[in-house]
């Protein structure tokens, strides 16, 4: 089965930045689509920024022009370069990948980022 390893997670003050990684395992995962999403406390999990399999992006108000989203799709794999943390950037951080053949869905566990002084 398809598993998604994500990493990169960490606390951090404001104004740092991390990256975070997410990373298919298992044979057979063809690339179609990858999403970053977070969660953060007492608020519902929101959209922070797509990229398709082509290099497309999309993102998020809150963190364009800070956050970078790039995939290899040779590896089934995504990541978000966060630059410019701020505390409201604190959230659990989940990846979710669309693989081809039939069209399938696989979420990460989750990283948590925390931005704090």
């Known amino acids: 089965q398809v598993q998604l390893v994500e990493s990169g997670g960490d606390l951090v003050q404001p104004g740092g930045s991390l990256r975070l990684s997410c990373e298919a395992t298992?044979?057979?995962?063809?690339?179609?689509?990858l999403g970053w999403y977070r969660q953060a406390p007492g608020k519902q999990r929101e959209l922070v920024a797509l990229?398709?399999?082509?290099?497309?992006?999309k993102y998020s108000d809150s963190v364009k022009g800070r956050f970078t989203i790039s995939r290899d799709t040779a590896k089934a794999a995504g990541y978000l370069q966060m630059n410019n943390l701020q505390p409201e950037d604190t959230a659990v951080y989940y990846c979710?990948?669309?693989?081809?053949?039939?069209?399938?869905?696989?979420w990460g566990r989750g990283t948590q980022v925390t931005v704090s002084s």
């Open positions: 298992g044979s057979g995962v063809s690339f179609l689509g």
């Open positions: 979710n990948l669309l693989v081809r053949g039939p069209p399938q869905e696989y």
């Open positions: 990229v398709s399999a082509n290099g497309n992006t």
